[in-house]
Each structure stands twice: as structure tokens, then as C-alpha cells.
Nanobody, 122 residues
């Protein structure tokens, strides 16, 4: 079955760094774009970053641009999020998702992970 499993979350101090991983299985990883979203306590989902299936193009929300870097290793079926210069406001559950265009239907198929907690606190 389709699975996306995040790891690498934890407690860090402001200014610190953390690298999240999302391991995929049960589908053709290299055919899917990947994205990271996050949800802070009491808040809705916020899109952070995405990367296309081949890893050539990446996009970032203004809130993380210059601090976070998304990457992928298709041989390992894994997408990463390197987070530097972390701020208290980065505290959230970070969730990865996989998406692919369904040409005939004109829709997008998405698979979601369970999330990993990132807490930035002094």
C-alpha cells in the first residue's frame, strides 16, 4: 500500500538546524512531485515547499525562503527538507505529500504522510 513516513523532527533551539526525511513506498516515487506542508497548533495547513518529480525545480513559501531547502533522492524514494536558522514560529507538525497529475481526469492525485513534530524553543 501507499505509505509516506516522515522522520527527523524534534526539539531545537532558535537558530538551529534540522533535516526532515520522508520515505515513500507503494507507488512510483519518481513520477510524483513532492511537497512539504506544516500545521502549527490551532492553525490550518501551510504550504512550505515543493519539488518536481525529477528534482529540477523547487519552490518555497516566503516564510521559509532562504532558510529551508527541499531535495529528493529518487533512488532512495525519499524527499528531504533541510531547515536552517529555525525560528520559534516554525514550530509545527510537518507533513509530506506526493502529487501527480491525472491527465484524463484533469485532476491531481495526492498521498499524505502522518507528519513529524518540530518544536523550536529556547
Amino acid at each position: 500500500q501507499v505509505q509516506l513516513v516522515e522522520s527527523g523532527g524534534g526539539l531545537v533551539q532558535p537558530g538551529g538546524s534540522l533535516r526532515l526525511s520522508c520515505a515513500a513506498s507503494g507507488f512510483t516515487f519518481s513520477s510524483y512531485g513532492m511537497a512539504w506542508v506544516r500545521q502549527a497548533p490551532g492553525k490550518g495547513l501551510e504550504w512550505i515547499s515543493d519539488i518536481n518529480s525529477g528534482g529540477q525545480s523547487a519552490y518555497y513559501a516566503d516564510s521559509v525562503k532562504g532558510r529551508f531547502t527541499i531535495s529528493r533522492d529518487n533512488a532512495k524514494n525519499t524527499v528531504y527538507l533541510q531547515m536552517n536558522s529555525l525560528k520559534v514560529e516554525d514550530t509545527a507538525v510537518y507533513v509530506c505529500n506526493a502529487h501527480v497529475r491525472q491527465v484524463v481526469a484533469g485532476s491531481v492525485t495526492r498521498h499524505w504522510g502522518q507528519g513529524t513534530q518540530v518544536t523550536v524553543s529556547s
